[in-house]
């Protein structure tokens, strides 16, 4: 499961990106992957490994909704 989100604020010269995926590791643990930053530019990325899958599927439900309730619109 992946999702990338946009925000765009003329007013104050923004347009920013954020990806967030989760990939299953080696190990049989899930990482959640994070990439954010200027469009246009390369991102950030960060990782955050979990133990199963629905623990990472419910922090990557998190991270959604607090991305959109600061703006941050999917894009497809």
Partial sequence: MSAY????????NMAR????????????????????GRIGSPGTVREEWFPSGIEAEGALSRALKQKQSRGYRMRT
């Fill in 5 to 12: 989100l946009e925000r765009h604020d003329p007013a104050r």
């Fill in 17 to 36: 990106f954020y990806t967030v995926k989760l990939s299953p590791t080696l190990f049989g643990e899930w990482a959640l992957v994070r990439e954010w």
